[in-house]
C-alpha cells in the first residue's frame, strides 16, 4: 500500500514552476563553478546549429535555384568559402577548448557539487539514516547529483543547436510554401507518447536503483575482507548467491514491465514521424511540383529537393525539442531529490554559546528517548549527574539502552523529554561542534580509515607538535609497540587496499589504536563503549589502569561488560530496560545485594570458579 502510493508520488509530473527551478538549480550549480565552462558550452551550440544550417538546407537551395536562376558561380564559391573560414576558425578554437579547458573546468564543477552535498551529508543527524524515504532520497542525490547536473547543461546544449535549425528551416519552409508548416508541425502531437515513455523509463531506473542495492551489497559481501570469515563458513555463500538470484529475477521481472511499454510508445513516436510527417510532405511537395507546375503556383523542382532535405531536419528537430523538453521533466524529477537533500532542514542544531574547556559538572535530568522507528521508548526518565572529573562505569545487560545515552550525550540525536545540563546550561545552548568537540569518544563499532595512523588517531588535520603527541598517545593505549616497528611508523597507512606496504591490523590492535585517539587531544570529557571488548584480560587490565592515569582530571564515561573494570571507577550506574536501575560505589553495590551485586558474582564465578566467593 506504502509502496503504492510512494510510486503514484514519483510519477506525478513536478508543477512547470518546479520543473524551471530544478533546471535553473542545475544551470546555477555549473555556472557557480565555473562560468566559462557554461558560457562556451552553450554558445557553441549556437555556433554549431547556425553552421549547420547554412552549410545544409541554404546552401543547398542557393545553389538549385542559382543553377536553376542563372546565378554566378563566383557569388555561391564566395558564400562556400566565407562558411568554411567561419566553421574552420569557430571549430578549431572549440576544439582547443573541448581537449584542454573543458576537462579541468568539468572537474571543477564536480568538485563543486561533492562540496554542497558532503557538507550537507556530515551535518545531517543520525536519525536520518533510519528513516527509509530520506535514506533513499540520500543515497540518490549523491549517486546522481553530478550527471543530473550536467545533463541539464546537455539538454540545453542541445535545445539550442535544435531550435537553431528548426527556426531556420521553418522560416524557409513557409516561404516556398507555408502548408509544409502542418506537416513539421504534427511531432508535437507526438510529445504525449515521448512523454508516457519517459514516465516508464524514469519508474524503470527507479526500480532498477534499488534492486541494484540489493545486488551490491551481495556483491560486497564477497569481496570486502570484514565478510571473508563469516561468508567461508556453513551455508552463507549459498544464502548470498540465492539472494543474487532473486535479484536478478527481480530484474528481469522489472525490466519486462517497463520494456513492453517503452516499445509500444516509441513504435507509435516513429511511426508518426516517418510516415505521416516526412512521407506525406514528400508526396505533397512531389504534387505541388509535377501534378500543378511552377507556372501554376506550385513549387519549383529546386524547392521540392529542399523540402525533401529540410522536412527531415524540422521534424527530427521538433520530434527532438519535445524530446528535450521531456528530459527537463526527467530531470527536474530526479534534482528533486538532490533539493531534498540539499534544502534538508537539519533540525539538531546548536546555539551561540561557547562550550567549555575544562571538565565541569555533566547533569542528566529526566531523559527520554525513542528510536524515529521504534515504537517504544528506549530510554525513559534517566537522570544522574557526572562530576567534575568523575569516572563513572556504565554497566548493564545488552540492549539496556547504555550506547543509546552515550549517543545522546553526544548530542547525536536529541531526547524527546528531558534535558542535559553542561555546567548548568541545557546543552543545546552550546556551538554543536564545539560541545561535541569536549568529548574524545571511542564507539564499541569504531571504524579505521585507509589513511596514516596519525590522521587515524588524530581524526582531524594535523598540526605542528602533533606526532609526538600521536606518539605518547599510542603509548597510553598500549599500541605503540606495533605501530613502532611498522617500517614508516605512525605514517604507515593502515590496510593494503591503496597502499602495497599498507598495514593490517587485528581487532584488538585496531582498538587500542582508537583508543589512542582519546588521548591524543585533551578533552574535558571521555566517552568509551565498550573499549576493550576484543582486549584478553590483562590487556584490558594495563588499559584501564592506563586510562585511569591518563584521564586525572577529565570526566570519564565507560561502558564496559566486565565488570572487574567498574571496581576501578569512582561510582558504577547500572542501567535496566532504558533506565537507571542501580548507581553508587562498586562497594556500594555490592553492599546492596541487588542487580549489580548478582551480576558482578556470577562473572566472577565464571573467571575464578564456582567456588571462589565475591565479597566486595
Ligand atoms: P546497549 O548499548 O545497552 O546494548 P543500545 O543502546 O545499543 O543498548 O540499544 C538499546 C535498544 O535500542 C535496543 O533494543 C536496540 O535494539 C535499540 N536500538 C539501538 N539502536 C537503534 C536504532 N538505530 N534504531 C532503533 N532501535 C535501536
Same mark, same amino acid.
Given at each position: 500500500?506504502?509502496?503504492?502510493?510512494?510510486?503514484?508520488?514519483?510519477?506525478?509530473?513536478?508543477?512547470?514552476?518546479?520543473?524551471?527551478?530544478?533546471?535553473?538549480?542545475?544551470?546555477?550549480?555549473?555556472?557557480?563553478?565555473?562560468?566559462?565552462?557554461?558560457?562556451?558550452?552553450?554558445?557553441?551550440?549556437?555556433?554549431?546549429?547556425?553552421?549547420?544550417?547554412?552549410? #545544409?538546407?541554404?546552401?543547398?537551395?542557393?545553389?538549385?535555384?542559382?543553377?536553376?536562376?542563372?546565378?554566378?558561380?563566383?557569388?555561391?564559391?564566395?558564400?562556400?568559402?566565407?562558411?568554411?573560414?567561419?566553421?574552420?576558425?569557430?571549430?578549431?578554437?572549440?576544439?582547443?577548448?573541448?581537449?584542454?579547458?573543458?576537462?579541468?573546468?568539468?572537474?571543477?564543477?564536480?568538485?563543486?557539487?561533492?562540496?554542497?552535498?558532503?557538507?550537507?551529508?556530515?551535518?545531517?543527524?543520525?536519525?536520518?539514516?533510519?528513516?527509509?524515504?530520506?535514506?533513499?532520497?540520500?543515497?540518490?542525490?549523491?549517486?546522481?547529483?553530478?550527471?543530473?547536473?550536467?545533463?541539464?547543461?546537455?539538454?540545453?546544449?542541445?535545445?539550442?543547436?535544435?531550435?537553431?535549425?528548426?527556426?531556420?528551416?521553418?522560416?524557409?519552409?513557409?516561404?516556398?510554401?507555408?502548408?509544409?508548416?502542418?506537416?513539421?508541425?504534427?511531432?508535437?502531437?507526438?510529445?504525449?507518447?515521448?512523454?508516457?515513455?519517459?514516465?516508464?523509463?524514469?519508474?524503470?531506473?527507479?526500480?532498477?536503483?534499488?534492486?541494484?542495492?540489493?545486488?551490491?551489497?551481495?556483491?560486497?559481501?564477497?569481496?570486502?575482507?570484514?565478510?571473508?570469515?563469516?561468508?567461508?563458513?556453513?551455508?552463507?555463500?549459498?544464502?548470498?548467491?540465492?539472494?543474487?538470484?532473486?535479484?536478478? #529475477?527481480?530484474?528481469?521481472?522489472?525490466?519486462?514491465?517497463?520494456?513492453?511499454?517503452?516499445?509500444?510508445?516509441?513504435?507509435?513516436?516513429?511511426?508518426?514521424?516517418?510516415?505521416?510527417?516526412?512521407?506525406?510532405?514528400?508526396?505533397?511537395?512531389?504534387?505541388?511540383?509535377?501534378?500543378?507546375?511552377?507556372?501554376?503556383?506550385?513549387?519549383?523542382?529546386?524547392?521540392?529537393?529542399?523540402?525533401?532535405?529540410?522536412?527531415?531536419?524540422?521534424?527530427?528537430?521538433?520530434?527532438?525539442?519535445?524530446?528535450?523538453?521531456?528530459?527537463?521533466?526527467?530531470?527536474?524529477?530526479?534534482?528533486?531529490?538532490?533539493?531534498?537533500?540539499?534544502?534538508?532542514?537539519?533540525?539538531?542544531?546548536?546555539?551561540?554559546?561557547?562550550?567549555?574547556?575544562?571538565?565541569?559538572?555533566?547533569?542528566?535530568?529526566?531523559?527520554?528517548?525513542?528510536?524515529?522507528?521504534?515504537?517504544?521508548?528506549?530510554?525513559?526518565?534517566?537522570?544522574?549527574?557526572?562530576?567534575?572529573?568523575?569516572?563513572?562505569?556504565?554497566?548493564?545487560?545488552?540492549?539496556?539502552?547504555?550506547?543509546?545515552?552515550?549517543?545522546?550525550?553526544?548530542?547525536?540525536?536529541?531526547?524527546?523529554?528531558?534535558?542535559?545540563?553542561?555546567?548548568?546550561?541545557?546543552?543545546?545552548?552550546?556551538?554543536?561542534?564545539?560541545?561535541?568537540?569536549?568529548?574524545?569518544?571511542?564507539?564499541?563499532?569504531?571504524?579505521?580509515?585507509?589513511?596514516?595512523?596519525?590522521?587515524?588517531?588524530?581524526?582531524?588535520?594535523?598540526?605542528?607538535?602533533?606526532?609526538?603527541?600521536?606518539?605518547?598517545?599510542?603509548?597510553?593505549?598500549?599500541?605503540?609497540?606495533?605501530?613502532?616497528?611498522?617500517?614508516?611508523?605512525?605514517?604507515?597507512?593502515?590496510?593494503?587496499?591503496?597502499?602495497?606496504?599498507?598495514?593490517?591490523?587485528?581487532?584488538?590492535?585496531?582498538?587500542?589504536?582508537?583508543?589512542?585517539?582519546?588521548?591524543?587531544?585533551?578533552?574535558?570529557?571521555?566517552?568509551?563503549?565498550?573499549?576493550?571488548?576484543?582486549?584478553?584480560?590483562?590487556?584490558?587490565?594495563?588499559?584501564?589502569?592506563?586510562?585511569?592515569?591518563?584521564?586525572?582530571?577529565?570526566?570519564?564515561?565507560?561502558?564496559?561488560?566486565?565488570?572487574?573494570?567498574?571496581?576501578?571507577?569512582?561510582?558504577?550506574?547500572?542501567?535496566?530496560?532504558?533506565?537507571?536501575?542501580?548507581?553508587?560505589?562498586?562497594?556500594?553495590?555490592?553492599?546492596?545485594?541487588?542487580?549489580?551485586?548478582?551480576?558482578?558474582?556470577?562473572?566472577?564465578?565464571?573467571?575464578?570458579?564456582?567456588?571462589?566467593?565475591?565479597?566486595?
Amino acid at each position: 500500500m506504502k509502496k503504492e502510493k510512494e510510486k503514484k508520488e514519483k510519477k506525478k509530473k513536478l508543477p512547470l514552476g518546479r520543473t524551471v527551478s530544478n533546471n535553473l538549480f542545475a544551470l546555477k550549480a555549473i555556472f557557480a563553478a565555473s562560468p566559462i565552462y557554461l558560457l562556451v558550452y552553450l554558445g557553441s551550440s549556437f555556433i554549431y546549429g547556425t553552421v549547420e544550417f547554412l552549410s #545544409e538546407g541554404y546552401l543547398l537551395r542557393m545553389i538549385v535555384n542559382g543553377i536553376e536562376g542563372g546565378r554566378s558561380v563566383e557569388s555561391i564559391v564566395l558564400f562556400v568559402v566565407i562558411l568554411a573560414t567561419v566553421s574552420l576558425t569557430s571549430f578549431t578554437a572549440l576544439s582547443w577548448f573541448w581537449n584542454v579547458i573543458s576537462p579541468i573546468e568539468q572537474r571543477k564543477v564536480g568538485a563543486h557539487i561533492e562540496k554542497m552535498l558532503f557538507s550537507k551529508a556530515a551535518k545531517v543527524e543520525l536519525a536520518c539514516y533510519e528513516d527509509p524515504v530520506f535514506y533513499d532520497k540520500y543515497v540518490k542525490a549523491m549517486d546522481e547529483a553530478y550527471d543530473r547536473i550536467l545533463k541539464v547543461m546537455y539538454t540545453l546544449d542541445d535545445l539550442i543547436a535544435r531550435f537553431i535549425a528548426l527556426f531556420a528551416n521553418s522560416l524557409l519552409l513557409f516561404v516556398i510554401d507555408p502548408v509544409l508548416i502542418l506537416f513539421g508541425l504534427f511531432p508535437l502531437v507526438l510529445g504525449v507518447f515521448r512523454r508516457l515513455e519517459n514516465i516508464a523509463s524514469h519508474d524503470l531506473e527507479s526500480e532498477k536503483k534499488q534492486v541494484n542495492r540489493r545486488a551490491e551489497y551481495v556483491k560486497r559481501t564477497f569481496y570486502l575482507g570484514e565478510y571473508a570469515k563469516e561468508m567461508r563458513s556453513g551455508g552463507m555463500y549459498g544464502n548470498m548467491l540465492r539472494d543474487l538470484r532473486a535479484t536478478f #529475477e527481480e530484474y528481469k521481472k522489472i525490466t519486462k514491465k517497463y520494456g513492453l511499454k517503452k516499445a509500444i510508445y516509441g513504435y507509435i513516436q516513429r511511426f508518426g514521424l516517418e510516415v505521416v510527417t516526412i512521407l506525406g510532405a514528400t508526396l505533397y511537395s512531389v504534387w505541388s511540383t509535377m501534378v500543378i507546375g511552377s507556372e501554376n503556383g506550385g513549387m519549383s523542382v529546386g524547392d521540392c529537393i529542399v523540402v525533401i532535405g529540410s522536412i527531415g531536419t524540422i521534424s527530427y528537430c521538433l520530434n527532438n525539442l519535445v524530446q528535450n523538453f521531456a528530459e527537463f521533466g526527467e530531470h527536474a524529477l530526479f534534482l528533486e531529490d538532490v533539493r531534498y537533500f540539499l534544502d534538508y532542514e537539519i533540525k539538531l542544531v546548536g546555539g551561540e554559546r561557547m562550550a567549555p574547556t575544562e571538565s565541569v559538572e555533566l547533569e542528566v535530568r529526566g531523559l527520554s528517548f525513542r528510536y524515529g522507528n521504534s515504537e517504544k521508548d528506549t530510554l525513559h526518565d534517566v537522570n544522574f549527574t557526572l562530576h567534575k572529573g568523575e569516572r563513572i562505569a556504565l554497566v548493564g545487560s545488552n540492549g539496556s539502552g547504555k550506547t543509546t545515552l552515550v549517543k545522546l550525550l553526544l548530542r547525536l540525536y536529541d531526547a524527546s523529554e528531558g534535558e542535559i545540563l553542561m555546567d548548568g546550561v541545557n546543552v543545546k545552548e552550546y556551538d554543536l561542534k564545539g560541545y561535541r568537540d569536549c568529548f574524545g569518544t571511542v564507539f564499541q563499532d569504531f571504524k579505521m580509515f585507509s589513511l596514516s595512523v596519525k590522521d587515524n588517531v588524530l581524526l582531524r588535520p594535523s598540526v605542528e607538535g602533533d606526532a609526538q603527541r600521536v606518539r605518547d598517545a599510542l603509548v597510553e593505549s598500549g599500541a605503540y609497540g606495533r605501530v613502532e616497528r611498522m617500517e614508516k611508523g605512525i605514517d604507515t597507512i593502515l590496510t593494503r587496499e591503496f597502499d602495497d606496504k599498507g598495514e593490517n591490523l587485528s581487532i584488538g590492535e585496531q582498538q587500542k589504536l582508537s583508543l589512542a585517539r582519546v588521548f591524543a587531544d585533551r578533552t574535558p570529557f571521555i566517552l568509551l563503549d565498550e573499549p576493550s571488548s576484543a582486549l584478553d584480560p590483562i590487556a584490558e587490565y594495563k588499559m584501564f589502569e592506563n586510562m585511569m592515569r591518563a584521564t586525572e582530571g577529565r570526566s570519564v564515561i565507560f561502558i564496559s561488560h566486565r565488570l572487574s573494570s567498574a571496581v576501578l571507577a569512582d561510582r558504577v550506574l547500572l542501567m535496566d530496560d532504558g533506565t537507571v536501575a542501580e548507581c553508587g560505589t562498586h562497594s556500594e553495590l555490592l553492599a546492596k545485594n541487588g542487580m549489580y551485586a548478582d551480576m558482578f558474582r556470577r562473572q566472577a564465578e565464571n573467571y575464578l570458579g564456582s567456588e571462589v566467593s565475591v565479597n566486595g
